[in-house]
C-alpha cells in the first residue's frame, strides 16, 4: 500500500478485518455463526434473503475485472456445445450433427480473423466472447488463442456441464449461476454478435438479443447467423413476418453467412449510422 492510498483509507481494509477475526480466540461466542463477519459469512451470503446481492455481485465481478483489462468491446460467438471438432466427426451423434462439423471450422477461422483486428488495438477492442465450453464456443477460444490474442468465456453452473475449454483465457474465465445475468454480460459490451447452428441455449440467446433490438432496448449491432440453410428449416422466418406476429422490417435485424471472410467483411463494412 502506497502512502496516498494509506491516507486515503484511514480505516481498516475488509480484507485486514477479515484476516485478524479468524485470529479471534476460540471461544463459544467467537465460534456463533453470529459472530462472523457478515461479507466472510458464506452460509449468510447464500440465504434466500440474500439473491438481490448475489445478483449485484454477479453483474459486478465480471464487469470490474474487464474494465481493469481495458476491454473496451466484444465480438459474441453463440453456438452449439456439441458440435464436435471434424477430427472428432466420428462422435457426431446423428448424421444431422456430422454435417454441422463444418461451422466449427468456420467459427475457428472466424475468431483468428477477428482477433488479428483485436491485437491491433492491443486487445482493447473486437475480444472474442464466446460460452467457454465446448463445441462452437471451443473453436471460438482456439482461434482467438491461435491468433495469439485473449479470449473471454462467459460459463454457466449445470448439472452436467464440463470444465471450460483449454482455450479461454485463464483470468477471463467466468463462472455464473444466474442465466440472466450472464447474458447481460453477453451483449453489455457486444460490436457485433455471431449466431452458429445449436439448441435451446443458442436459440434462447439469439431470440432475447433479437426480441431487444426489435423493441429498442438494445442498440443495433451486426446479428450474423451461419449457415441459412440450417436457420430456414428450423425457424420459419417468413411465416412469423406472414403471419404479422413480426413486422417484415424485422427481418433486417439480422443477416445470413457462410463463411468467416464473409462476416468479417459484413462486419467491416457495418454502418451504425445507418441503423438510426
Not at 461479507?39 to 449485484?56: N, T
Not at 463444418?102 to 467459427?107: G, H, L, P, T, W
Not at 451461419?226 to 428450423?234: I, K, N, S, T
Not at 464473409?262 to 449510422?273: F, T
Amino acid at each position: 500500500m502506497t502512502e496516498d492510498e494509506a491516507r486515503a483509507h484511514p480505516f481498516p481494509r475488509s480484507r485486514e478485518d477479515a484476516e485478524s477475526a479468524e485470529k479471534t480466540p476460540d471461544t463459544p461466542q467467537t465460534r456463533a455463526p453470529s459472530y462472523k463477519l457478515a461479507f466472510a459469512d458464506m452460509d449468510f451470503l447464500l440465504r434466500e434473503e440474500m439473491r438481490a446481492i448475489r445478483l449485484q455481485l454477479e453483474l459486478l465481478k465480471p464487469q470490474m475485472i474487464l474494465d481493469e483489462r481495458g476491454i473496451e468491446s466484444t465480438v459474441v460467438m453463440f453456438g452449439g456445445a456439441r458440435i464436435p471438432a471434424p477430427e472428432h466427426k466420428d462422435r457426431a451423434r446423428t448424421p444431422g450433427m456430422a454435417d454441422l462439423v463444418r461451422y466449427y471450422d468456420e467459427a475457428y477461422e472466424f475468431a483468428k480473423l477477428m482477433t488479428e483486428r483485436s491485437l491491433q488495438t492491443y486487445g482493447r477492442e473486437f475480444v472474442i466472447c464466446t460460452g467457454g465450453g465446448p463445441g462452437v464456443m471451443e473453436a471460438g477460444n482456439k482461434g482467438a488463442h491461435d491468433a495469439g490474442g485473449q479470449s473471454i468465456g462467459l460459463g454457466i453452473v449445470l448439472p452436467h456441464e464440463q470444465a471450460p475449454n483449454e482455450y479461454v483465457t485463464p483470468d477471463l474465465s467466468f463462472n455464473f449461476h444466474y442465466f440472466a445475468i450472464r447474458k447481460m454480460h453477453f451483449l453489455l459490451r457486444a460490436r457485433a454478435i455471431t449466431v452458429f447452428p445449436g439448441g435451446f441455449g443458442t436459440l434462447d440467446e439469439l431470440f432475447e438479443t433479437l426480441t431487444l433490438m426489435q423493441t429498442g432496448r438494445m442498440k443495433r449491432v451486426p446479428l450474423l447467423l451461419f449457415g441459412r440453410e440450417f436457420w430456414d428449416e428450423v425457424i420459419g422466418w417468413e411465416a412469423l413476418a406472414e403471419a404479422g406476429t413480426i413486422s417484415p422490417e424485422d427481418l433486417d435485424l439480422f443477416r445470413f453467412v457462410d463463411t468467416a471472410e464473409e462476416a468479417v467483411r459484413i462486419i467491416d463494412a457495418y454502418d451504425p449510422k445507418a441503423c438510426e
